[in-house]
């Protein structure tokens, strides 16, 4: 019976914590990057100085007769920045740039709920800023009092024309006046003389109030804050540069650590291992320093070192296992793992030793007929083995003994040429079922899933199968392949055995709901009867004795 598939959970805020502190290196080492170059290139910078003035802006007080125009401040900062002030400033201050860049290194902004012209002119001279500022700002007074002058000029011209006009008619009604001798004739142009010399003195009032007007009319701006010689630069801005330099390092740094989190194809801790494989992990052996470079005896930490922790979880290993084997059939135990190097035989030797200090009778297999190791574990010869066993040699004879209790040990034997030919045989399934006849357990080092089929064949002739996976090696995608392989031919993959594994460096993800332990059912083996052994080769006495 299949198991189900375990799905994990939605990630939380703890995952996302979780990865940000496993890739912390990725994100400081990225951020300190961002925050270099940026305060790099910013010394490199010509430091630009700015200077400000602020100008107070005044409706002009129009001519009589002119209805006043309200102040629009957008236009005014624009007549500011415009080319007509900038030849004004080119004039006064000789200087020798064009109109275009003295517009570009000015800066005209209106200040919110005032009238108030913030002018701002920048260059990496302090002195020639503030000249700058000071003179866009005087030059914008100045245009603004001469336009107003302007209006006035043409008010006074045309009030003295007028004035010119009626003066011109009186003396052409005097002149009338003097040659006529009709005293009616005489009264009506006296009348109309008069009419135009009261004419000609609200004229004459226009003038004046005109002139007094133009007197104190006000320029139309103030200066209210003159421009200052500023004596630091306003750019680079090291810190405000590095602030926004931190803040993007930390974005781009978090979003490259999210990345390569979701490149990253090995295992992330526990969870994802038993998610991997639809499985509960039985043991999680701990990584020992220099294990690569011990003898292969030593990798059998349950006789070289059986107060350490890789002893402790192979006793864990071992008790999980006997209580699957109390709740089904779980006799015959295939070890596979994806590839190679991930501790199959090693795996393979702890828990045979472990369950046979509990008195089992145990008989650990060889099964890898390319490349052995088993044999080397515990110090005995490769041959005799399987293969000799199936070229005739009796079983018993082909049974070696490492002097470890109950346990026994059945090699590979010579290198046959046609390996996979022989795991697929119906000798092997007699083999199995064999020892399965005068083994409490039967333990099955299998060469790797994905290398060679051999492991998938003797797979689905086991009871149950333990997953073996290195924490830092095994790729999630091998695992994944592997367990399909599994599932093709039926086999029933019971736990996993997840080796090399270092709690200060494990990462926390989410967690994955569900008892694996609830969900095992032990694999129907249908009808299929056990092959007896040939008698004489397969005696109790002479394997056990």
Not at 170 to 194: F, G, K, Y
Not at 234 to 245: E, F, I, K, Y
Not at 283 to 309: C, F, I, M, N, S
Not at 477 to 493: D, I, K, P, S, T
Request: hydrophobic share 40%; aromatic share 4%.
């Amino acid at each position: 019976m299949q198991q189900e598939s375990a799905q994990p959970a939605a990630p939380d805020l703890r995952d996302y914590l979780a990865i940000v502190r496993y890739r912390k290196w990725t994100i400081l080492l990225i951020t300190a990057l961002v925050v270099a170059s940026a305060l790099f290139f910013s010394l490199r910078q010509t430091p630009i100085y700015e200077s400000e003035t602020r100008v107070l802006v005044r409706p002009s007080t129009p001519p009589a007769g002119v209805a006043p125009v309200p102040v629009n401040l957008e236009t005014e900062r624009a007549l500011v920045d415009s080319a007509a002030v900038a030849s004004l400033v080119q004039e006064r201050l000789g200087s020798e740039r064009t109109l275009g860049a003295l517009l570009e290194s000015l800066d005209v902004s209106v200040e919110t709920n005032t009238e108030i012209l913030s002018i701002r002119a920048s260059d990496p001279n302090p002195l020639v800023a503030q000249r700058l500022a000071q003179g866009f700002a005087q030059a914008y007074t100045t245009f603004r009092r001469e336009h107003a002058q302007e209006q006035f000029r043409a008010q006074s011209d045309e009030i003295r024309d007028q004035i010119t006009g009626v003066e011109d008619d009186i003396a052409v009604i005097e002149a009338e006046i003097s040659q006529t001798e009709d005293p009616e004739e005489q009264n009506d142009l006296s009348a109309e003389r008069d009419s135009l010399i009261a004419r000609l003195g609200v004229l004459h009032q226009e003038m004046e109030s005109l002139r007094s007007l133009a007197a104190s009319q006000s320029t139309g701006g103030e200066v209210v804050q003159p421009a200052d010689l500023p004596t630091s630069p306003a750019s680079p801005d090291l810190v405000r540069n590095g602030l926004l330099a931190l803040a993007v390092g930390l974005a781009l740094g978090i979003g490259v650590a999210f990345l390569r989190e979701r490149l990253d194809e090995r295992l992330r801790g526990r969870e994802d291992f038993e998610a991997q494989i639809a499985a509960p992990v039985l043991a999680t052996v701990p990584r020992a320093r220099g294990r690569r470079r011990r003898r292969h005896r030593d990798l059998v930490e349950t006789l070289t070192d059986p107060k350490g922790g890789a002893a402790e979880a192979y006793r864990t290993l071992r008790t999980n296992v006997q209580f699957l084997a109390r709740t089904g059939s779980l006799s015959v135990i295939g070890i596979v793992s994806p590839a190679a190097g991930e501790g199959k035989t090693t795996t393979s030797a702890n828990l045979a030793v472990s369950i046979a200090h509990t008195g089992k009778r145990v008989v650990v297999v060889s099964c890898d007929l390319r490349k052995p190791r088993l044999h080397r574990c515990f110090g005995i010869p490769n041959d005799p083995g399987v293969t000799s066993v199936m070229s005739g040699m009796k079983l018993a004879e082909a049974i070696q003994k490492p002097d470890i209790g109950s346990l026994r040990v059945l090699a590979s034997g010579p290198t046959p040429p046609n390996p996979a030919e022989l795991i697929g045989s119906e000798a092997m399934e007699q083999l199995i079922e064999a020892l399965r006849m005068f083994a409490d357990f039967v333990i099955l080092d299998t060469p790797p899933l994905l290398a060679v089929s051999d492991g998938v064949s003797l797979a689905s002739r086991c009871d149950g199968v333990l997953m073996v996976a290195d924490a830092r090696t095994t790729p999630r995608g091998a695992l994944a392949h592997a367990r399909e392989q599994l599932e093709q031919v039926g086999a029933n993959v019971v736990g996993g055995v997840l080796n090399n594994f270092d709690p200060s460096r494990a990462r926390y993800y989410s967690h994955y709901h569900g008892s694996y332990y609830a969900s095992y059912r032990p694999r129907e083996r249908g009808n299929r009867q056990p092959q007896p052994p040939d008698p004489q080769d397969s005696d109790p006495g002479q394997m056990w004795g």
